[in-house]
């Protein structure tokens, strides 16, 4: 379950910094009582950006796929292979 916290939270530095370590995930900082920002730990914003990145690569393959702009991995094997004399 999300951590919401109130943007008046924030004033306990190091308590922010260690429920965001103990969380793993991002914690919403709410306003007046609407969101307002989000924060995370170094280690969960690397992991999200890992991931984001994985999901882009991934996609743009499956558009590759789609779209025809693949080969033959024995074909491109055997003409790599040809062409370095291997």
Do not use: W
């Not at 924030?10 to 910094?17: A, D, G, M, V, Y």
């Amino acid at each position: 379950m999300p951590q919401i916290i109130p943007i008046k939270d924030l004033k306990n530095t190091s308590e922010i910094s260690e429920l965001c370590r103990n969380a793993g995930e991002p914690i919403f900082v709410t306003k007046n009582g609407y969101g307002d920002m989000v924060i995370m730990s170094m280690e969960t914003y690397e992991k999200n950006m890992l991931l984001q990145d994985v999901f882009t690569k991934l996609d743009e393959a499956e558009r590759d796929i789609a779209e025809g702009r693949t080969k033959d991995a024995r074909e491109s094997l055997h003409s790599l292979r040809q062409k370095h004399g291997i």
